[in-house]
């Protein structure tokens, strides 16, 4: 079915659902459409059971992978439907493993071996992000005792936290989010009971996102033996982590003040100052080679011994929302995982709309058997169980701070008690899973 066939479906289904009463009573019973055969319990039971038995990286793609989100997507080399109007992909792209996906629809638009089981680096950090947000208002306080940083691994990315000083949740996250810090994830993880009670959470996280690629092992991305995860459950790990309001904030953010380390001054007067840190994802921050990537807006890098380079992010241009996943690419060239990404992102706006999906970006589990309207996006509420909703702010999707274009998150924006049900109604039918206004940087 062509992409313009699919969106005219789509319509009618809504279309449909509002000339009748029975369509309201209905939708739900409707729900999501049965699980084919690469979502279906048998697959999903026999690819966790794959993930506890053998999670060691392999060092070329199996032939046969998972096929979560559809078969090709388990199959090895690139999959893209080229036809008429159809842009070629750009030839230079090195990556191990890499996709291109509509954040909203889940169609993948593309992808080369999405469910190679990789090292993920501090890309893991978003799923770490997603399952330990909603748990502390950003105002909490926590003294750092020497415990909460036991066992950060050498050479680990640090934002600079202090023993016996005093932060803020929100401090802590965005020493995640900009700095990368392991420090924070320790600390945070602490707060939380300790690694091994994250990193069971993490884990029991990713497989309600249908994540079956991934095991985690430490929660902060830092190599440890069987850590992997895929592109596929990186860009997943995305989508969910993007329902919430400050996941959104923090991986758009650019720069912050950082609390110091309290000394005394020339008084003898102890004091306190901050210093600056800034997102080390450069397709945000730019460098100086590569530019600010328009319409940016999140989400996550990293870079291990490992792992290589890995990057997930996310982009609106249009009222289209793309996410794109980088694993690894084998050239060594400076920033090459953003070069690579934005060119990527390149071909992406250019084929929406006009290449036919190859797979899809399964929602989460609990996504799939209810669909409760006015889902919160505040992040303070729950991970993947929290049913997706169609946003009612009136700005497209991943709207920029300022100004903005229209699109489907304009036509989902529409306020209304019943059109609302509706939207709800439509992602049970199409899996579709609209995403809240994305807080941008500003320019």
């Known amino acids: 079915m062509s992409a313009p066939q699919k969106t005219a479906r789509r319509s009618l289904l809504v279309t449909s659902a509002a000339l009748t009463s029975f369509a309201l009573a209905a939708a739900p019973a409707f729900a999501a459409p049965g699980p084919t055969p690469s979502t279906s319990a048998s697959a999903s039971a026999s690819a966790s059971s794959s993930a506890s038995a053998s999670t060691s990286p392999s060092a070329t793609p199996p032939a046969n992978m998972s096929t979560v989100g559809g078969a090709r997507l388990g199959q090895a080399g690139t999959q893209v439907n080229l036809a008429s109007g159809v842009p070629v992909l750009p030839k230079d792209i090195s990556a191990r493993s890499w ?4 954040a909203e629809s889940g169609d993948v638009l593309a992808a080369h071996n999405a469910h190679w089981r990789l090292a993920p680096a501090s890309t893991l950090k978003m799923l770490f992000a997603d399952t330990l947000l909603p748990k502390f208002p950003s105002t909490t306080e926590h003294k750092v005792v020497p415990s909460d940083l036991a066992g ?49 959470e993490m884990n029991e996280h990713a497989e309600e996102l249908q994540a079956l690629d991934t095991h985690v092992v430490s929660p902060d991305g830092y190599d440890a033996p069987r850590q992997v995860s895929s592109a596929y459950d990186l860009t997943l ?32 007067k102890k004091v306190r100052g901050s210093f600056e840190i800034q997102n080390t994802n450069r397709l945000l921050s730019g460098d100086s080679d590569v530019d600010v990537y328009p319409g940016i807006a999140g989400v996550k890098n990293g870079n291990t011994t490992n792992a290589g380079a890995t990057f997930t992010g996310v982009v609106e241009q249009g009222g289209k929302v793309l996410l ?11 920033n090459e995982v953003y070069k690579e990404t934005a060119k990527l992102f390149d071909w992406g706006f250019k084929a929406a709309g006009k290449v036919e999906p190859v797979g899809e970006l399964v929602p989460p589990r609990g996504a799939q058997t209810s669909a409760q309207p006015g889902a919160n996006d505040n992040g303070q509420a ?5 049913s997706p909703s169609a946003s009612t702010s009136g700005k497209p999707v991943a709207a920029a701070v300022e100004g903005g274009s229209g699109g489907i998150g ?14 709800a109604g439509a992602f049970l039918v199409n899996r579709r899973w609209p995403l809240p206004d994305l807080v941008r940087r500003r320019h």
């Not at 929100?170 to 994830?185: E, I, K, P, Q, T």
């Not at 904030?249 to 380390?261: D, L, N």
């Not at 794109?324 to 400076?334: A, C, G, L, Q, R």
């Not at 729950?382 to 929290?386: E, F, I, R, W, Y």
């Open 237 to 268: 790990f995305a989508r969910s982590g993007l329902q919430k309001k400050d996941f959104r904030e923090y991986a758009s953010t650019v720069t912050a003040k950082f609390p110091g380390e309290t000394k005394k001054n020339k008084k003898g």
């Open 152 to 200: 950060v691994g050498a050479g680990s990315s640090m934002v600079g936290i202090k023993e016996d000083e005093t932060y803020t949740v929100h401090d802590l996250w965005l020493g995640v989010f900009l700095r990368s810090g392991n420090d924070a994830v320790h600390v945070l993880s602490a707060m939380n009971g300790g690694v091994k009670n994250t990193v069971a």
């Open 410 to 423: 304009v036509a989902l924006a529409i306020t209304g008690g019943v059109l609302v049900l509706l939207a």
């Open 99 to 102: 996709i291109v996906a509509d």
């Open 382 to 386: 729950g991970g993947a169980s929290a």
């Open 324 to 334: 794109v996943t980088v694993m690894n690419p084998e050239k060594d060239d400076h």
